[in-house]
């Protein structure tokens, strides 16, 4: 993964687990050892789902740009489906509390969304590819030499 994937993923990764981290705190609080262990499931699960997320359509922007727009409002969707089903499936679970689960959740993902744009509004992208003029030949003319 490029350095810039990687601070794109730091920068986005890092505000989403303090959110967590947050929500752990106040769920153990107010539920207790259930509400924190659920917290925990709900704030893991959306950073894995969000950064594979990420990572995929990085390799889509990469490999097939034609594609990006299209895969990343796909991708979404499918991610908050997913989400959503995962909530669905856990709602009845006794192995932790399910409230602070979807809490987890949802608090960890919008945050996740939020930290991705700051980001991509932070990032010193370029307009053009810096590669691009080291990679064409200089020796080549066009035209007469008079």
Request: hydrophobic share 55%; net charge positive; no cysteine.
């Amino acid at each position: 993964m490029p350095s810039n994937d990687v601070r794109n993923l730091l920068h986005t990764a890092a505000p989403t687990a303090a959110v967590g981290a947050i929500v752990i705190a106040v769920s153990a609080g107010v539920v207790g050892g259930k509400g924190a262990l659920g917290a925990a499931v709900g704030t893991v699960l959306a950073i894995v789902f969000m950064g594979a997320g990420l990572y995929v359509l990085q390799w889509t922007a990469k490999t097939l740009p034609h594609l990006f727009q299209a895969m990343g409002l796909m991708l979404y969707v499918a991610q908050l489906l997913l989400l959503l089903i995962f909530v669905g499936l856990f709602q009845d679970t006794e192995a932790f509390n399910p409230k602070a689960f979807a809490v987890a959740l949802v608090v960890s993902t919008v945050a996740w969304m939020a930290a991705q744009a700051r980001a991509h509004m932070k990032a010193k992208l370029f307009y053009i590819d810096p590669d691009y003029s080291a990679k064409t030949d200089k020796s080549e003319k066009s035209g007469s030499p008079s």
